[in-house]
């Protein structure tokens, strides 16, 4: 017989990708780290995931068809006030799309490149909502 008396339900992260091996590979991740993970690989099925119910903190793709970048951190924000957005993008810095410094200033609480780095992801998610429930 078990006691889950200390038992917490998983912080629960939302990661938005239209890059199917990028987001099962950042999944797999948190996942393997204890965190709870939901997937939409875009922005108009993350609008849907978000009206499920808002996670703790979203980890979304900078460079996605539909509406995206700033613009997308801002909505989110503006719904969801308290909700944090990791921003990720491969084309930070590369004059396409939205900047680090444009998705910080929108309201992400980081700003990640491409490839994104495990532990990087694995600190920075930390940082933001602590620790994984186990």
């Known amino acids: 017989m078990s006691d889950n008396r200390d038992t917490k339900p998983a912080v629960e992260i939302l990661v938005i ?9 950042m999944t797999d ?13 875009n922005c108009t099925a993350a609008v849907a995931e978000l009206q499920r119910g808002a996670p703790a903190l979203v980890v979304s793709d900078m460079w996605m068809p539909g509406p995206c970048g700033a613009e997308a951190i801002h909505s989110i924000r503006e719904k969801h006030p308290g909700l944090r957005v990791i921003a990720v993008s491969g084309h930070f810095n590369s004059d396409q799309g939205c900047s680090a410094q444009e998705a910080l200033q929108a309201g992400a609480a980081r700003a990640l ?22």
């Open 29 to 41: 991740w948190l996942e393997a780290a204890g965190y709870a993970v939901r997937k939409a690989c």
């Open 113 to 134: 490149a491409k490839p994104v780095k495990r532990a990087e992801l694995l600190r920075a998610v930390a940082e933001l909502v602590g620790p994984a429930q186990t």
């Open 17 to 25: 990708d239209d890059d199917a091996i990028m987001r099962d590979l």
